[in-house]
């Protein structure tokens, strides 16, 4: 292949340019050189210009954040979030109890495992309205704003009518696109579980789902006591659900009031 230097003194053009620096990449380590060339034609010709090799790790970042944007967009898509929570964040989340400060603490340690790409797992169960739908949007939200990692959330009651609308010819996604999601994101968060009707279907459905995240990072939160879930689902759900959690990742979520209700 011709240089470009090349092709320009064929046609009559210098192509002057004078070495002013080299430096490493900080990323890699790759030896970088610093130019000052005459520029060619259009309305700056025969003007000079400091030109600095751009390295090729950085276009690839460039490239694989282009990748992760597009993905980030998929999940936030099929992501379904009550519109109460749409605005939830850990930094507008107000705790009134000791185990709600703890939780945001558990929280903070659950995405830091996340981002480093260890496998994270943790359910917040208790009573209704106390902020446990708020707090999973939070860490949704931190981890795809900050450390662009997938995570996709699922809201179990809505879950049986998002998984029959994409049989329909009209949907955006199949069934298919759907388990898929459910199995490479890179957290996977099931809202409500328990309040989705339980019967021998839903329970197939979940156990299926449960299935595609082994040894992957998710959070499950629900009303349901622990003993409770056992009762509703039986010892092989329950066991997909609590998998690789010890006694610290079962976190109770109490209050003395409705989170719901924190400004009435």
Known sequence: ????????????????????????????????????????????????????????????????????????????????????????????????HESQIIAIKKAIEFIEKVSKNKQARMIYYGESGLGKSHLAVGIEKLLEDKFYKTALFLEVPTLKQMVKASWTKDSNYSELELMKAVSEADLLILDDVGAEGITPWTKELLFTILNLRLSKSLLVTTNLSLSEIYMEYGPKITDRILENMSKQDMLKVEGNQSYRLKNF
């Open 1 to 96: 292949m011709k240089k470009l230097s090349d092709i320009f003194e064929k046609r009559g053009l210098a192509l002057e340019r004078e070495l002013v620096k080299v430096e490493k990449c900080q990323n890699c380590d790759k030896e970088l050189k610093t130019f000052r060339m005459q520029i060619i034609g259009g309305s700056r010709n025969g003007e000079w210009a400091t030109v600095t090799e751009e390295c090729d790790c950085i276009l690839a970042q460039q490239v694989l954040e282009a990748v992760n944007r597009t993905k980030l967009k998929f999940f936030r898509e099929l992501s379904i979030l009550n519109q109460s929570i749409k605005q939830a964040t850990l930094e507008n989340y107000i705790p009134n």
